[in-house]
């Protein structure tokens, strides 16, 4: 069965640091998202294409995140530099336009 | 903006109970509402969505566009149902805080 998958699964990084990571969604998949969760809270989107364009990012902090789909399939999202705060699980996940969002397993992000 | 609440974080029930977890949305147009459910150490999947308007391991949820709500309900809860469950409305794919559900024995 097509699984969206994340690397890593656990990134522990320092403060100022940069730091990024991937996703590969399910294969046809135009719809990709990524959310950051923080604990005890529920997902939060932080930016959503259609193929390679980004659809929204209202809620992206773009004075240090940053986000791509250069071809309209795999997907980086990028924090430079990291702060305390950004430490939270970062999920992926796509689906087929407005349909079922299938999502990866996540990354684990913890910044000291 | 659209908005999802889900007014509790934790709901302990015992097996054989009913169950109920409450979603409210706010969305100027037609909203598309969503279950979505995470079993322990089990990526975050879609349970349900009003569209279809089916009955997943037994949970139903309508959709009451007057009180604005969506709420899932159970009439027999299980110990398998123990999970979080969050309600989620499109065209942003939106997220409540997510409920806690215990199912005690």
């Known amino acids: 069965e097509a699984e969206v998958a994340q690397s890593p699964r656990y990134k522990i990084t320092e403060k100022s640091q940069a730091v990024a990571f991937w996703c590969d969604p399910i294969s046809g998949h135009a719809t990709l998202y990524w959310y950051r969760q923080i604990l005890g809270q529920g997902p939060e989107l932080l930016v959503q294409f259609q193929d390679e364009s980004v659809v929204d990012d209202s809620q992206l902090p773009k004075d240090r995140f940053s986000a791509e789909r250069l071809k309209g399939v795999d997907s980086t999202l990028k924090i430079q530099p990291a702060e305390l705060g950004d430490s939270a699980m970062y999920l992926c996940?796509?689906?087929?336009?407005?349909?079922?969002?299938?999502f990866g397993q996540g990354t684990r992000l913890t910044v000291v | 903006a659209q908005r999802v609440t889900q007014p509790e974080k934790l709901l302990s029930v015992f097996k054989g109970a009913p169950v109920e977890l409450k979603c409210n949305y706010s969305y100027s147009g037609s909203p598309e509402l969503f279950w979505y459910v995470q079993y322990s150490r089990q990526r975050l999947q879609l349970l349900l969505r009003?569209?279809s308007r089916e009955s997943i391991k037994g949970f139903t949820a309508d959709l009451n566009k007057g009180e604005t709500s969506f709420h899932l309900k159970k009439p027999f809860a299980q110990e398998e149902d123990s999970a979080m469950y969050y309600c989620?409305?499109?065209?942003?794919?939106?997220f409540g805080t997510g409920t806690q559900l215990k199912v005690e024995l």
């Open positions: 009003h569209i």
């Open positions: 996940a796509s689906s087929l336009d407005r349909d079922e969002a299938f």
């Open positions: 989620a409305l499109m065209d942003k794919l939106t």
